[in-house]
């Protein structure tokens, strides 16, 4: 039970990566190309096409991602993770192979230009892209959902992948909506769109600062061991420390489930957030708390 817990606390209990070194990589051909990427019309995502060049095991491909709306200002900039990860099952990444997938738009975009970042291995090296490796543009569409601010529950749109709000994270309302947010989006499957309500580093519970690409793997375990997942979000308290930083609390009732394996979990968690603006957005910089099991 203490195992379970711990894995409860920290999304999947996973154990501390090892150090990453940097992987040697040909200079004329890299592990993997982005040959597209673009918003199809009508969609509010963005698709992308990956070409694998290397049998060396990977274990995942981050891409940078830039999102704007239609007066071309920027939304969000943030890393996209993939990994061949369907329905919550890792699939094998093989050399010789394009493989398709998107990722949501976040509110108000419309279109969105894609770059390789780097390339994970499964020994934990990584190799970095040339940083003369320019962005991939896509043209703007009208037809994307559009929001301003943060919905209430019954109308946020499943498509969101990073909430914005207009409201100050100050205010204690903007903040609640926040959070029940990520945790609705904490009972689907989509990695990309949880590590979007996240900073490029995060204070993450008891192993310090850690980047995305450790919590989503932390997300991509805790999905595996429990399918199903249900949270229930009360008690949501904010602290403003200055006009774009802000500490938070909240209790979070919890349902863990995967019937495979005849697991079960059901309790209460206690969680603290450290909260920052970046371009109105709010992103979690420290995340923590404490699992009491019923």
């Known amino acids: 039970?203490?195992?379970?817990?711990?894995?409860?606390?920290?999304?999947?209990?996973?154990?501390?990566?090892?150090?990453?070194a940097t992987a040697a990589a040909s200079p004329d051909e890299p592990p993997v190309e982005l040959l597209s990427s673009g918003v199809p019309p009508g969609k509010a995502s963005v698709s992308y096409?990956?070409?694998?060049?290397?049998?060396?095991?990977?274990?995942?491909?981050?891409?940078n991602l830039k999102?704007?709306?239609?007066?071309?200002?920027?939304?969000?900039?943030?890393?996209?993770?993939?990994?061949?990860?369907?329905?919550?099952?890792?699939?094998p990444i093989e050399k010789g192979k394009i493989y398709e997938d998107d990722t949501a738009l976040s509110p108000g975009?419309?279109?969105?230009?894609?770059?390789?970042k780097e390339v994970v291995y499964k020994d934990f090296t990584r190799w970095s892209a040339p940083t003369s490796s320019g962005m991939r543009p896509s043209p703007p569409q009208t037809s994307a959902t559009t929001s301003p601010s943060l919905p209430p529950a019954s109308a946020r749109p499943e498509t969101s992948r990073e909430t914005k709000t207009s409201?100050?994270?100050?205010?204690?309302?903007?903040a609640e909506g926040f959070i029940k947010s990520l945790y609705r989006d904490m009972e689907q499957d989509d990695v990309a769109k949880v590590l979007g309500y996240f900073d490029e580093t995060v204070d993450y519970?008891?192993?310090?600062?850690?980047?995305?690409?450790?919590?989503?793997?932390?997300?991509r375990q805790y999905f595996a061991t429990?399918?199903?997942?249900?949270?229930?979000?009360?008690d949501v308290s904010l602290q403003p420390s200055s006009r774009n930083r802000a500490a938070a609390t909240c209790e979070v009732r919890y349902s863990l489930q995967n019937s495979a394996q005849g697991a079960t979990s059901a309790g209460r968690s206690h969680v603290e957030f450290e909260l920052v603006?970046?371009?109105g957005i709010p992103k979690i910089t420290r995340f923590a708390g404490t699992s009491t099991p019923d």
């Not at 999102?67 to 699939?91: K, Y």
């Not at 975009?109 to 390789?116: G, H, M, P, R, T």
Request: with cysteine; hydrophobic share 45%; aromatic share 6%.
């Open 109 to 116: 975009a419309v279109a969105a230009e894609c770059s390789l």
């Open 1 to 20: 039970m203490k195992s379970v817990a711990r894995l409860i606390q920290l999304f999947a209990g996973a154990a501390m990566l090892l150090p990453l």
């Open 205 to 219: 519970y008891a192993y310090g600062r850690k980047d995305k690409a450790f919590i989503g793997e932390q997300l």
């Open 167 to 174: 409201k100050a994270v100050s205010e204690n309302e903007g």
């Open 49 to 63: 096409e990956i070409k694998v060049n290397t049998d060396k095991p990977i274990n995942e491909v981050h891409l």
């Open 67 to 91: 999102e704007t709306d239609a007066r071309g200002e920027v939304l969000v900039e943030t890393t996209v993770v993939w990994a061949n990860i369907v329905h919550s099952t890792r699939q």
């Open 226 to 234: 429990f399918p199903v997942r249900s949270f229930s979000v009360s």
């Open 277 to 279: 603006k970046r371009n």
